[in-house]
């Protein structure tokens, strides 16, 4: 399993930016499919965004849809989380997660591999 470890998370005005980012060590990025989670203080941990293996595929929930980007550099090991709008509802600690067989799934419980996570906080 990879170890994975995210950060660019931060402080932010309401239609602000952030990028996150998830760096894996300890195999090749390129053998799973990736996700970003989100989890609010009260609240089950939830499906953000989903990128492929390769990169060709990408899935969003319908709340960031429009607003955030994945997208992941195999030959650096990482995947971003482009935030843009961001908005107070967007409030929460971002995990990144690997899965090496299923693909992009929307289930946390079917990750392989989480991050520590890094708290994004956006203020009205």
């Known amino acids: 399993q990879v170890q994975l470890v995210e950060s660019g998370g931060g402080l932010v005005q309401a239609g602000g930016s952030l990028r996150l980012s998830c760096l894996a060590s300890g195999g090749t990025l390129s053998s799973y499919a990736m996700g970003w989670f989100r989890q609010a203080p009260g609240k089950e941990r939830e499906f953000v965004a989903g990128i492929s293996w390769s990169g060709g595929s990408t899935y969003y929930a319908d709340s960031v849809k429009g607003r955030f980007t994945i997208s992941r550099d195999n030959a650096k090991n990482t995947v971003y989380l482009q935030m843009n709008s961001l908005k107070p509802e967007d409030t929460a600690v971002y995990f990144c997660?690997?899965?090496?067989?299923?693909?992009?799934?929307?289930?946390?419980?079917?990750?392989?591999?989480w991050g520590q996570g890094t708290q994004v906080t956006v203020s009205s």
């Open positions: 997660a690997s899965e090496r067989y299923l693909g992009v799934v929307v289930s946390h419980l079917l990750y392989d591999s």
